[in-house]
């Protein structure tokens, strides 16, 4: 078990790595809380209350700002943008685009310095609800600043900054993100993309493929991640990554035609190709070898905004829809008044209402000083968010039955859209990875020791853990201070806080007997690892809605009961969900399948075929 720490830390780094440090100069927010990064030390079975208790509030000044810039985004995206048209053309028009410029939306987060609306990230979550109204649209505007230019404002020197970003932040200019290859997807680190320096060391000469590069056929300046020589400290020379600001301008940079795709049809996505691209030593961005680091920051630093985007799509389809089901006659009834379709809405509702309040809860812990790291957040309320979306708008799809199916109707455009959401920014198979790795690394290097004492037998410590299992078998009472006297969870929330209370103990010593059973070879169990990432997201959703709703009822907000119902809702269920998935964690719990599922996909994957007979086959 000894150096378990240190090992996860290196896998979890190649799925994902954590941001470092960085200086972004942005608008803070006046009253952003103290809120530090938290996910992490729920492996331990422990809470941080004060990093999400209160929920997070923003000024009444702050709240009029934002509504400022809402406003007329909403104005525009409700009268003006024909996404039926946009996704039919397999365009965005001139005019849409110059209106979006117009509107400040291509430099939400840059800096005010550099002709940005320099947005928090608790401003450009508010935004997002609006821009995601197209989602075209909203992966245009996404890669061009979430990930095209975000590394310039990361990593970027202040010259790089100065030149590149005020054309950027006004639209002149159009930036695109350039990682992936044919043969390089989810393993971001295997890149063939090559740069050299020239003989007189004044220029990197580029050569390589990118692939699936949004805005590739627009841009005039891309981030562009290659391999490069660098030599290490010890003398000896390795093939690092190292990222480049391209300007389209160098020369050698062409693009294929735009991909064919299934959804975003709006949106821009081409190859990229490099030929002999004369980059100037001075657009090295960040390090020469720090590549991967800028690429994973640039990555992590974004994800979080799906969650409100999201949010904002599946609130927009709840107006639709209902609409639909509170008209629409069969039976001599309308549609609402069936429990079936009921229980759709309120499904759609505690999917948006939770992935909402994570989504907010995560960018007030990024605006917080010091830029803790929110990594593990970003990447759950990415696949909360994306694997909600899917599940919702086919639920809507089916509200509207044969209707939801026709092109006349906007459902199965944004079926078709929102499929994407679960592959790129990190595909979620990777991200659960990330956060279950990542999560167990930390768990790791404070539990060393006490796994260690246990393997080698020391008898005080196998005494005090049978004591603790003794009194976790007769149920034990598990109280992390969410109620009570000094409560930080409403009383008419008690039930959900004793819940999530519960579930984060008995997640906790999961934790410790997963380390103690597989030690560095849990990297391969991802069966195992799924669930517990599985149940970390749980007990993130149950967290913020527990804080949003305490918050809600504290402050008297309209129909702040409704949002206890679907705190209450989702507790429960991501509860019960939680008992079911830790007891599969135990290797003797005859829930627990997984030999049989390995059997059945390695007997599948060996004749590459369904292996079964056909049903009216008969014996010879
Ligand atoms: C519309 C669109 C826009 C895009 N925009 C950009 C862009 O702007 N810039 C850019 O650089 N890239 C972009 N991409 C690429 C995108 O990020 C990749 O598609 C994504 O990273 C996955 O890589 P891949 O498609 O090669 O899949 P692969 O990596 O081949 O993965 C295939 C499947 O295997 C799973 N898998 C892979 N490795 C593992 C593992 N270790 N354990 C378990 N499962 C695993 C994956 O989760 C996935 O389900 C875009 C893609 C699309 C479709």
């Not at 300007?247 to 735009?258: A, I, L, M, Q, S």
């Not at 749980?538 to 402050?555: D, E, K, P, Q, W």
Request: aromatic letters at 8%.
């Amino acid at each position: 078990m000894s150096g378990c720490g240190l090992f996860l830390c290196s896998v979890a780094a190649r799925f994902c790595r954590a941001p470092a440090a960085f200086t972004v100069s942005r608008r803070p927010l006046l009253t952003s809380p103290p809120s530090r990064a938290f996910a992490k030390d729920l492996f331990l079975g422990k809470m941080k209350k004060k990093e999400v208790f209160p929920f997070p509030e923003v000024s009444q000044d702050e709240l009029k700002e934002i509504n400022q810039f809402v406003g007329p985004v909403e104005k525009f995206f409700t009268e003006e943008v024909d996404s039926r048209k946009i996704d039919q053309e397999g365009k965005i028009p001139d005019e849409t685009l110059e209106k979006l410029k117009s509107l400040g939306l291509f430099g939400m987060q840059v800096p005010e310095e550099y002709g940005g609306l320099g947005l928090s990230n608790t401003m450009y979550a508010r935004l997002g609800e609006v821009i995601s109204l197209d989602t075209s649209i909203a992966v245009t505007l996404a890669a061009h600043q979430a990930i095209g230019l975000k590394g310039i404002i990361l990593a970027g020197s202040k010259e790089q900054k100065a030149r590149y970003l005020p054309r950027l932040a006004s639209g002149e200019h159009v930036a695109a993100f350039c990682l992936t290859e044919p043969s390089s997807g989810s393993d971001a680190a295997s890149i063939r993309t090559r740069a050299t320096l020239s003989a007189d060391k004044r220029h990197y000469i580029l050569n390589g493929a990118k692939v699936w590069i949004t805005n590739g056929g627009l841009a005039n300046v891309f981030t562009v991640f290659a391999k490069t020589e660098v030599v290490d400290s010890d003398g000896s020379v390795k093939d690092k990554m190292t990222a480049f600001i391209v300007e389209r301008d160098f020369g050698g940079v062409t693009n294929g035609k735009p991909e064919d795709k299934m959804g975003i049809r709006g949106s821009n996505t081409c190859e990229v190709h490099f030929e002999n691209t004369r980059v100037p030593v001075e657009n090295v961005l960040g390090e020469v070898g720090g590549g991967f680091k800028v690429a994973m920051n640039i990555l992590n630093s974004g994800r979080f905004s799906m969650g409100s985007m999201v949010a904002g799509m599946l609130k927009k389809l709840i107006e639709m829809t209902a609409e639909y089901a509170c008209t629409r006659k069969q039976f001599n009834r309308n549609l609402s008044e069936f429990g079936l379709i009921q229980e759709k809405f309120a499904l759609m509702a505690q999917k948006a209402y939770v992935m909402e309040s994570m989504a907010y809860l995560t960018a007030a812990m990024l605006d917080a000083p010091g830029f803790p790291d929110c990594s593990i957040e970003a990447a759950m309320v990415k696949v909360f968010s994306s694997e909600g979306a899917w599940t919702c708008v086919s639920e809507a799809l089916q509200i509207l039955g044969g209707s939801g199916y026709i092109r006349d109707y906007p459902y199965e455009r944004l079926l078709r859209d929102s499929r994407i959401l679960l592959i790129f920014e990190g595909t979620n198979e990777i991200l659960r990875m990330y956060i279950a790795l990542t999560g167990l690394q930390h768990a790791g290097r404070i539990l060393t020791a006490r796994v260690n004492e246990l393997k080698r037998g020391n008898v005080t410590t196998i005494m005090e853990t049978v004591g603790q299992r003794l009194r976790d078998s007769l149920g034990r009472t598990v109280d992390l201070g969410l109620t009570g006297k000094l409560g930080v969870v409403h009383p008419s929330l008690a039930d959900g806080a004793h819940k999530l209370e519960e579930n984060v103990y008995y997640f906790g010593r999961s934790v410790e007997t997963l380390l103690l059973r597989f030690g560095k070879a849990i990297v391969e169990e991802q069966l195992v690892l799924k669930r517990v990432a599985n149940v970390l997201m749980n007990l993130y959703g149950m967290t913020a809605v527990l804080s949003r709703a305490s918050r809600s009822i504290r402050l008297g907000l309209r129909d702040h009961d409704h949002e206890v119902l679907l705190a209450n809702i989702f507790c429960s269920e991501a509860y019960h969900q939680n008992l079911f998935t830790l007891s599969q964690l135990d290797k003797h719990s005859p829930e627990n399948l997984d030999e049989l599922v390995k059997k059945v996909s390695q007997q599948i994957l060996e004749k590459r075929a369904y292996i079964c007979t056909h049903p009216l086959d008969r014996a010879p």
